[in-house]
């Protein structure tokens, strides 16, 4: 009896948690479009009574977003780019040899995913300074953000191209390739969605990037659309309509990649490049 | 047959670590002969064939194709095909894109790589597959792919890493034939490593045995069956396998006294030094079951087998031997049986280094 009915029960504590979560992403999208008295009106309402649409156009304008929205873009680019080109060659290597130095390797990066980029940042800062790159802060904020991003890649995409069988690539090279033809020709194509897979997910994480934006940048011209956020929030800022509207202009980009790519964004996670 | 040898290997060695998996392997193949390697799993046998490839290096000695020293060269430049035992197609090509990969390589002209890729697909009956992904085929016809892959080079040499161990029986049976057949048809120099003596025996002109990385005993299939070496290929060549017993030679000298009286002696046919420790080899299918001349021995049946053309019995104490008899028998389990073998049959090998005498 229980047998049955255990699949559904955590089917439906899932799917509550769910809801738990998912609930601040409706509540973002409706309080944005309430009027001011209506967001404080209790007992709360769940549908607005009066939708203000003009609100988006109006916060659009009003802080700049195309400003904002354009450096997070250049900082999320830069960081996918960085990651890939580099993380992936990384990734090939420790997926196909195996010894100490390899396992040495593994560690090290690993251990960059544990240390927080709250900790990181101060060092990071001075580091930056000293050698001048606080002149060009987004560049600065990517070097930064790739590296944090670069361990999550390289672990997900070393099991891709450990999915991808040996005696493939040891065929391709009896067939009259070179070790690096192999891999342009033979691994990579097969490894391409693991790949795109785990660029997507870098960029949507580094598009919501904040920690290094808010402590590298000091310029507004070249502040990232999370830091723009937050300079809403001042000691008497009660603006919160206008606050869920520019953070659903935010969002709604990255919720809709994600939407669309689910499908594949799943399958890659889970099985692997192959089939 | 030419006899000029189209691979040379001389006192190979290879070292994983220190692990020693090839110990001087000597081995010369001529031109246009098909060369089986054989043995148990982890003999170093497929550690052998990808050193031809050259996918591995090879530690010591030297190693040449077709008179060229190949040592340090890499896998491209040393013109082989090789047949992975997961045919290893790319899954992300087409049949005739697979089958032209090593062309396109090499920059053969389009017109020339229609014409070769027709040919191959004719050859190996893959012609209305060729627009088809690896993972639509079934097992068999990703084989002739595999195959095809290889001949579209016209290669110094196919090495063929256990190509058909992945078939059912019945493809495997009739494949056997087919890649031989294949073979004789473009005159090639073949490598095929398994570890099913059977299809060692009947696919090869030369079959070498190997055993914990050293070549145990070469030669032809028949000379192996008739001639083995040591105790070790005796009971790997051969099936079902050669029975053995613990024996010792008689004060005649050209008989064997067991240590069991109630197991008769047995002619060997030659001269021996009395006394002497060996190991009696005894086919299942040369041990003769009936009322001999008397030189028998009398067991009792344990175990009937039939398969309708053949008859596998197994005795019991004293003597435990499988014996194979063709056609049927009226044998029941706990019935007498007369045993003889004739001395011509008999093989004795040391007790000690376990080679043949």
């Known amino acids: 009896m229980t047998r049955t009915y255990t699949p559904w029960f955590l089917l439906a504590v899932a799917l509550g948690l769910a809801a738990i979560y998912?609930?601040?992403?409706?509540?973002?999208?409706?309080?944005?479009?309430?009027?001011?008295?209506?967001?404080?009106?209790?007992?709360?309402t769940f549908w607005p009574a009066d939708p203000n649409i003009g609100v988006f156009g109006d916060v659009w304008a009003r802080r700049a977003m195309p400003t904002y929205l354009w450096n997070s873009v250049v900082i999320a680019g830069g960081v996918t780019a960085i990651t890939v080109v580099l993380g992936t060659g990384c990734a090939y290597v420790l997926a196909r040899y195996r010894n100490v130095w390899i396992d040495i390797g593994l560690f090290c990066v690993l251990m960059l995913q544990v240390l927080p980029a709250s900790v990181m940042v101060t060092p990071l800062f001075v580091g930056f300074n000293q050698i001048g790159l606080l002149n060009y802060p987004r560049t600065a904020v990517v070097l930064a953000a790739a590296a944090k991003a670069m361990p999550f890649f390289v672990v997900l995409v070393r099991a891709t191209f450990m999915s991808v069988p040996r005696e493939l690539e040891e065929s391709a090279l009896v067939d009259g390739n070179s070790r690096v033809g192999a891999f342009f020709s033979i691994v990579l194509p097969l490894a391409r969605n693991g790949i795109l897979v785990c660029a997507i997910l870098t960029f949507m994480s580094a598009f919501g990037e904040y920690i290094y934006s808010k402590s590298i940048i000091q310029s507004p011209v070249l502040q990232p659309a999370s830091v723009g956020l937050s300079g809403f929030l001042g000691p008497n800022s009660t603006d919160w309509n206008s606050i869920?509207?520019?953070?659903?202009?935010?969002?709604?980009?990255?919720?809709?990649?994600?939407?669309?790519?689910?499908?594949?964004?799943?399958a890659g996670l889970t099985s692997g490049a192959l089939k | 047959m030419s006899a000029e040898p189209q691979i040379e290997l001389i006192g190979i060695d290879k070292y994983y670590g220190s692990f020693h998996a090839l110990k001087d392997i000597n081995l010369t193949i001529p031109k246009g002969q098909f060369v089986a390697l054989v043995g148990p799993s982890g003999c170093g046998k497929s550690t052998l064939l990808r050193s031809l490839a050259g996918l591995e290096n090879i530690s010591g000695g030297t190693m040449k194709i077709a008179g060229a020293l190949m040592n340090g060269v890499p896998p491209r430049k040393r013109d082989v095909a090789m047949v992975f035992q997961s045919y290893a197609l790319y899954p992300h090509m087409t049949v005739e894109q697979n089958l032209t990969y090593s062309l396109r390589l090499k920059g053969v002209p389009k017109e020339e790589m229609r014409r070769a890729t027709e040919e191959v697909a004719r050859t190996i009956g893959l012609d209305n597959l060729l627009h088809r992904y690896p993972r639509e085929l079934s097992g068999g016809q990703r084989q002739r792919v595999a195959m095809g892959r290889a001949i579209i080079r016209h290669p110094k040499a196919f090495l063929f890493d256990e190509p058909l161990s992945n078939l059912d029986a019945a493809l495997r049976v009739h494949m056997r034939k087919e890649i031989r057949a294949l073979h004789d048809r473009l005159g090639a120099t073949s490598v095929y490593v398994t570890h099913d003596q059977i299809e060692a025996m009947t696919m090869a002109d030369h079959v070498v045995v190997m055993r914990d990385g050293v070549i145990e005993q070469q030669g032809s299939p028949l000379d192996l069956y008739d001639r083995p070496a040591t105790r070790f290929v005796a009971g790997f060549i051969g099936s079902p396998a050669m029975n053995f017993i613990p024996a010792r030679i008689g004060p005649d000298g050209a008989s064997t006294v067991f240590d069991r009286p109630d197991i008769r002696s047995l002619p060997i046919g030659k001269k021996l030094d009395p006394g002497r420790e060996v190991i009696v080899g005894l086919r299942p299918e040369h041990i003769a079951v009936g009322a001999a001349d008397g030189a028998g021995m009398t067991l009792k049946v344990a175990v009937v087998e039939s398969t309708g053309s053949l008859t596998y019995l197994t005795t019991e104490e004293p003597l435990q031997l499988t014996i194979v008899m063709t056609g049927r028998t009226e044998l029941a389990p706990g019935d007498a049986v007369q045993v003889s073998v004739p001395s011509a049959h008999v093989h004795i090998f040391d007790a000690e280094t376990e080679r043949a005498l």
């Open chain 1, 22 to 44: 998912l609930f601040p992403v409706y509540w973002m999208y409706v309080t944005s479009v309430k009027s001011g008295s209506e967001i404080f009106s209790n007992p709360p």
């Open chain 1, 244 to 266: 869920m509207a520019y953070s659903a202009i935010y969002v709604t980009p990255i919720l809709a990649i994600f939407v669309i790519l689910q499908r594949r964004i799943v």
